[in-house]
């Protein structure tokens, strides 16, 4: 077991099967270049309000800098007994500052540390997700130019219904996307990370200064709600909530792929490098890219129920529960991740059988509602004409 960050107070050693259960640096290591920046901007503080001198101020400064360029490098190495990545990167310094180290924490709460760390990562992926996003809507557009005026069967019901065009198809598609692209940049856009809530009720460092020195000063601002900044987890509820909805696109776009390439509809070619075969059957070409994403969606609604449910009735301030939002973000974020990824590529691989289409085009029904709008132009009711067409299709069914 590493060092802690506690531990005065008792005379007991920590239960080693506890220890393990409790510990969250098995996934907190991914806030590692969030958590360094906490550090930083507090190093400053301190120095501000001369709790620390320059010198030991630029010692610091500089064990941690190293630090934040293995983990730019992907050189940094968490270790695992460490409690968490608080912990981990406090120990770090210390065996690059020595004794100074000690000092790094000074009035510091890793529930401060926590929410800052998570609102940064939110930040940051929440950006790359909307341009992930954008990356789809151009390929949808590629779509739609490559069959600009090509018509397909429209359904209601998953009943032939009218005729429509591909590109309206494609552009309900690109509706819902644009409008989870429009909810994320919100939410990305009015995310701002505070530092300086202490364990709850904020202390004497002050981050002003600090913050203006920084490079992203702007997201930063000094906590005034310190209660309030270490007890919810709104954004990360948020954040996997617009996740959610993304998801329930991306699983319908998926269904109507699977449907639509079947051998029953054949609309569609699915574009092989992202199928799979058969290890008995030879003839197969399987839509797993396709299915997975579609269950998927079960896991990212469960990780937004699992948070939601994790918050619900926590007393105020900040309880070790929320430790266990972690994992449902990091899931959520990193499947949708690759999601969108790969779906902006199989969407420009997609192939439309147009004489497939073509034959099933000429099936009257589909002219039905026009066939009665002409009556009604003749002067027929809308009631009327419904039914005249209506026991037309009838007649020819039988
Ligand atoms: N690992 C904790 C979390 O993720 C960090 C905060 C711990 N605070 C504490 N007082 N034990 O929420």
Redesign the pocket.
Known sequence: MAKKL?GGRFKKKIDQDFFEFQ??IQY?HKLAKYDIVHSLLHVAALADAKLISNSEKQSLLSALKKIREQIKNNKFKFNPDS????TDIHNKVENMAGKLALKLHTLR???D??AFDEKSYCYAKSGDMIDLIGAITNSFQYLKNKYKNNTIVGYTHTQRAQKIFFRDYVNAYMGMFNKDKERLIKFHQGLKISIGAG?LAGSLVKYNKAIKQFPEGNKFYQSVNTVYDVSERDFVIEFISHLSILQMHLSRLAEDFILYSTKEFNFIDLPEEFCTGSSMMPHKKNPDFLELVRGYTGRIYGNLMSILTTMKGLPLA?N?D??L??EPLFSSVETIEGELKIMAKFIKGIKLNEAVIKEVLKDEELSAVERAEKLVIKGISFKKAHDIIGRGVRDARI
């Open positions: 506690w510990k969250s907190d409690e968490d990545i608080h709460s890793r529930n540390q926590v364990a900040y070790r929320m430790q939002d972690k």
